[in-house]
């Protein structure tokens, strides 16, 4: 049920209310505009559309971060247990480390934690950085170049996703979308009235409705962008679950 009460909030209200009144004005004062309805494509959808777009891929690439984070956390780990040279307790250190990376990147990326920051991670990344000069003798060439490439990739991971997080959607676009879906009832309710001509009671409940109709469906497909904008902060039902993606001692082999 929530899938359906989720759009619901206090600009639906609103945007209703206003169609409401216009469309009891237009009957009141025979107030129509005969117009048609291209310029609902070209105001309101492309760029509702646009937008959308935009907060999916941003949604989705933020999937793959998170996985190629995951997988390439695991290789350094993997590097290093496999290397008889390295001792059990550097490589609980190590583990320690890259368990603390995954943790801190999900409470960062998490709005309801606002303790962490990129700075401690990022120092993170730097004591990985010394553990693998520090333990390079170990390592035959080819298993270096691949330990240095898993750690940059990893650290590529947490920029990207961070950036995700802290850049939305241009915020001018969103406010025009929603500003025009609060004025775009005076613009079509007169139109509709126009070319549907209410001549008796049933008809004119039915054309209100209809109105009532198109002025949600444009704030739902709003709504909907705002709650996809952001799928760290577990508001919107498809939004990224954060707490799959922190890594527990049971992932490492030592």
Same mark, same amino acid.
């Given at each position: ?69 995951? %997988? ?11 290397? %008889? ?23 960062? !990326? %998490? ?60 915020? %001018? ?36 409705? !209809? ?44």
């Amino acid at each position: 049920m929530r899938n359906f009460t989720i759009v619901f909030n206090i600009k639906v209200f609103f945007v209703l209310l206003i169609t409401s009144v216009v469309y009891y004005l237009c009957l009141k004062f025979n107030f129509v505009i005969d117009n048609d309805y291209n310029i609902i494509s070209i105001a309101i959808i492309f760029p509702l559309v646009f937008s959308i777009t935009s907060a999916f891929n941003k949604r989705q690439e933020s999937l793959k971060y998170f996985s190629e984070l995951r %997988s390439n956390l695991i290789s350094i780990s993997d590097f290093f247990s496999s290397t %008889s040279e390295i001792s059990i307790q550097t490589n609980r250190e190590v583990n320690k480390i890259l368990k603390n990376i995954s943790n801190e990147n999900v409470d960062l !990326l %998490s709005s309801s934690n606002s303790k962490s920051d990129i700075g401690k991670i990022r120092n993170l990344f730097a004591e990985v950085q010394k553990k693998i000069v520090e333990n390079e003798d170990a390592f035959i060439n080819g298993e270096k170049i691949d330990l240095y490439r898993s750690k940059r990739e990893a650290s590529k991971c947490v920029e990207n996703l961070y950036s995700l997080n802290i850049h939305n959607t241009p915020k %001018s676009l969103r406010a025009y979308c929603l500003l025009f879906i609060y004025i775009y009832p005076l613009i079509f309710v007169p139109s509709i009235i126009a070319n549907l001509k209410p001549e008796f009671e049933l008809y004119n409940i039915f054309i209100f409705i !209809l109105c009532l109709l198109v002025s949600f469906v444009l704030i739902a497909l709003y709504n909907i962008q705002d709650f996809i904008e952001n799928p760290f902060d577990n508001k919107g039902i498809d939004d990224i679950k954060l707490e799959n993606y922190k890594m527990d001692d049971s992932e490492f082999n030592i």
